[in-house]
């Protein structure tokens, strides 16, 4: 299962080739033909590199940007987002971005470490991790629960106000 190659395929290259920056540097093999999950670019950038190559996978594939939760709130961004996708072909795209729970009180967005309603560190974290929902991403293995840890957010670097 590609959960447990990107970490073991990571650990085989690095025991072969050793530590090859952007390559072999990590605990986890970026999955398929997608950028690179540290790579600081926007999403329209993103959907532009990504796009030529989904038409390769013969076992399907998924074209997902990674989004702050308030982002979601902005439907005209949505909007724009699946139209620019279609544009370009993309036959699945998926949105990812934090639902964050706390246990005690049920407050939801984004909690990095205590909920800023209560101050309660016991929070339920939704995150798409390989294509499925997980209530925990710490429940997958150590690759997965890195690669989730440096995931940027394409939003940070999109102006929606135009396609790059």
């Known amino acids: 299962m590609a959960e447990n190659l990107c970490r073991t395929y990571a650990k085989a290259l690095k025991g072969e080739f050793g530590v090859i920056p ?7 093999i970026t ?3 997608h950028v690179p999950v540290w790579q600081k670019v926007s999403i329209y950038k993103k959907l532009q590199l990504e796009a030529p190559f989904c038409k390769y996978p013969t076992g399907g594939c ?8 308030s982002v979601m709130q902005n439907e005209k961004a949505i909007e724009d987002i699946i139209d620019y996708a279609m544009s370009l072909d993309i036959p699945y795209l ?28 016991e929070i339920q974290r939704l995150r798409r991790v390989t294509g499925y929902l997980s ?10 629960i890195a690669e989730v840890l440096d995931r940027v957010k394409h939003s940070e670097y999109t102006d929606f106000t135009k396609q790059e």
């Open 31 to 33: 999955n398929s033909h």
């Open 135 to 144: 209530e925990d991403y710490r429940n997958f293995n150590e690759g997965k």
């Open 94 to 121: 998926a949105f990812n971005f934090p639902i964050d729970t706390c246990l005690k009180c049920g407050y939801q967005g984004e909690i990095n470490y205590n909920c800023p309603k209560c101050g309660n560190t």
């Open 22 to 28: 952007r390559v072999t540097d990590r605990e986890y």
């Open 62 to 69: 998924i074209t997902y940007v990674e989004l702050e939760s």
